[in-house]
């Protein structure tokens, strides 16, 4: 063990167990790995998966069909992006993944939408039509009756009187007192509701005060897209120590689980997410820049291209009047500072009347390239369709209109981008988080540089073959044996030169 180059190879030899003596005479021992070894086995039996990596759900299909079959094929679980899609898009991409992977594990995004309780119920009516048995909760701040309906419909005992649930909740939070709700049974008033309207029946009234809404919780630190900005080693523990506390307060048979999102682009992110606990880790930014996903090749360069810095806060689309900002990328648009603008002006005035003429002038030939009145035409034109009630409001409201004006130029803004509108390269909205340029520090100079080589699999099991080679390296530090020029043994592989390293690993 005295040449550092053999010990290099052993180490990055995952599965061999290495042993030596310390100088000192006491032993040393750095047990051999396999990747399905990291997180909580539960997760993978459970949800029938080979690793416990997830890509987290991008709106607008993003996260697409093609990037949930790529992972699933590998026995990883993918979260289909189905946020702000029409339900009939949704429908049929539900059946493209059923026809492509038959009964192999897949996850669907469940959007909370507040301010639109019609479209959330129509949402779990499709989940459940379709047979979806897996969705992954997001954007909620209290429970719904949409999603309630979604985990109780088809609750039942099976013949040894184990409660059998049909329908699973991933959900994603980065708030205890949400989490606290997931972790309780439904709340027994929406219970009641849902059994007056006849959409579940006693027996399902009965089981579910008797099971919690969801078993794994991922908490979603620092990200991409709508973000409280949190670090991952503050609200990880929290959420440990809270999902002790709620196993113990109901007595759940079963272990609750926690994942953890947000940052994981790296080898030691991974790493240090599982050392924190993690029973499975989520991954999503990255994913977007890899070539299943659902935006366009010239988003995938910008984010190729992002550095420390790039990324900053902009108002969101969906709750732009309450103040509320996503993360995107700043690098090569100006989207963010556009609506930056939008919001102050929103903030400043009561009404498009009251906006000074030369702050109008800058609008209409910046930001909507044609004049106010005509915009409205078309943002008018696409109410009518989504939701009248919008205008009738808007016909009171000036303040309102001028809401959905400037929100119709936010929206538009990430269609261009994943559609990738050359004329409107300067205003794609790309929602991209810290992880971005951590990751592309990490494989700068590697096989996964280039933005056609990102494949969301190779990018997945680099991760996870990497976090591996790094446990072994802090386990051999932690024995008195340190390595110089780590990163060397870090480095991104081809997938011929992985699957040689995963033989026996997976
Ligand atoms: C482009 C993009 C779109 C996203 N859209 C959604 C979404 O519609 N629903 C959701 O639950 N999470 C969404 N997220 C969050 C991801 O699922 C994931 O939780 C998050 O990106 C993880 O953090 P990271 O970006 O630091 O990897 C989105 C993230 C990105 C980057």
């Known amino acids: 063990m005295d040449n550092d180059q053999d010990f290099r190879k052993q180490l990055s030899r995952i599965t061999s167990d290495l042993a030596w003596t310390r100088p000192d005479g006491r032993k040393a021992f750095v047990p051999g790995l396999k990747l399905s070894d990291f997180g909580d086995p539960e997760f993978c039996r459970e949800h029938r998966l080979r690793l416990p990596y997830m890509a987290g759900a991008m709106a607008h299909g993003i996260a697409s069909v093609d990037l949930v079959v790529a992972l699933a094929d590998e026995g990883m679980l993918g979260s289909y992006g189905a946020a702000g899609l029409p339900l009939e898009r949704v429908a049929a991409d539900l059946d493209a993944?059923?026809?492509?992977?038959?009964?192999?594990?897949?996850?669907?995004?469940?959007?909370?939408?507040?301010?639109?309780?019609?479209?959330?119920?129509?949402?779990?009516?499709?989940?459940?039509?379709?047979?979806?048995?897996?969705?992954?909760?997001?954007?909620?701040?209290?429970?719904?009756?949409?999603?309630?309906?979604?985990?109780?419909?088809?609750?039942?005992?099976?013949?040894?009187?184990?409660?059998?649930?049909?329908?699973?909740?991933?959900?994603?939070?980065?708030?205890?007192?949400?989490?606290?709700?997931?972790?309780?049974?439904?709340?027994?008033?929406?219970?009641?509701?849902?059994?007056?309207?006849?959409?579940?029946?006693?027996?399902?009234?009965?089981?579910?005060?008797?099971?919690?809404?969801?078993?794994?919780?991922?908490?979603?630190a620092d990200s991409g897209g709508h973000t409280d900005n949190r670090p991952l080693v503050t609200l990880m523990p929290q959420m440990l120590a809270l999902k002790e506390q709620m196993e113990a307060d109901h007595a759940w048979p079963m272990r609750l689980r926690v994942g953890a999102a947000g940052g994981i682009a790296t080898p030691h992110a991974v790493l240090a997410a599982f050392a924190m606990g993690a029973a499975y880790i989520v991954t999503g930014t990255i994913n977007q820049a890899c070539v299943e996903s659902g935006t366009s090749a010239a988003v995938r360069e910008m984010l190729a291209e992002t550095q420390q810095g790039d990324i900053m806060m902009a108002p969101a689309a969906d709750m732009f009047e309450m103040g509320v900002k996503v993360q995107v990328l700043k690098r090569g648009t100006m989207f963010a500072m556009r609506a930056q603008r939008l919001y102050e002006l929103y903030r400043q005035y009561a009404s498009l009347e009251q906006i000074p003429e030369k702050d109008r002038q800058v609008l209409e030939d910046t930001v909507f390239r044609q004049s106010l009145d005509e915009a409205w035409q078309s943002t008018d034109a696409y109410?009518?369709?989504?939701?009248?009630?919008?205008?009738?409001?808007?016909?009171?409201?000036?303040?309102?209109?001028?809401?959905?004006?400037?929100?119709?130029?936010l929206g538009q803004a990430s269609h261009w981008a994943t559609q990738g509108h050359p004329e409107r390269r300067i205003d794609y909205q790309i929602w991209c988080g810290p992880a971005m340029p951590a990751f592309n520090d990490w494989v700068r100079g590697s096989c996964l540089q280039a933005p056609a080589e990102r494949r969301a699999v190779s990018v997945a099991w680099n991760l996870l073959y990497h976090a591996a080679v790094l446990q072994r390296l802090q386990?051999?530090?932690?024995?008195?044996?340190?390595?110089?020029?780590?990163?060397?043994?870090?480095?991104?592989?081809?997938?011929?030169?992985?699957?040689?390293c995963l033989q026996g690993a997976l």
Do not use: C
């Open 475 to 500: 386990l051999a530090a932690l024995q008195g044996r340190f390595l110089a020029a780590q990163e060397d043994l870090l480095r991104p592989l081809t997938d011929a030169a992985l699957q040689e």
């Open 97 to 220: 993944l059923k026809t492509r992977l038959g009964s192999k594990t897949f996850a669907v995004n469940f959007i909370h939408s507040p301010q639109e309780p019609v479209l959330e119920q129509k949402l779990a009516q499709l989940l459940i039509d379709k047979d979806v048995r897996l969705v992954e909760a997001s954007a909620f701040m209290r429970l719904s009756k949409a999603l309630v309906y979604y985990r109780v419909k088809g609750l039942r005992r099976n013949e040894a009187g184990v409660i059998e649930a049909r329908h699973h909740i991933i959900a994603k939070v980065s708030r205890v007192e949400v989490a606290r709700q997931f972790w309780a049974p439904p709340p027994p008033t929406m219970l009641d509701q849902l059994l007056k309207e006849g959409l579940i029946t006693a027996e399902e009234r009965q089981l579910a005060a008797k099971i919690p809404m969801a078993v794994d919780l991922t908490v979603e």
């Open 383 to 409: 109410f009518q369709v989504r939701d009248p009630q919008q205008m009738e409001r808007a016909a009171r409201d000036p303040k309102h209109k001028m809401s959905l004006l400037f929100r119709s130029y």
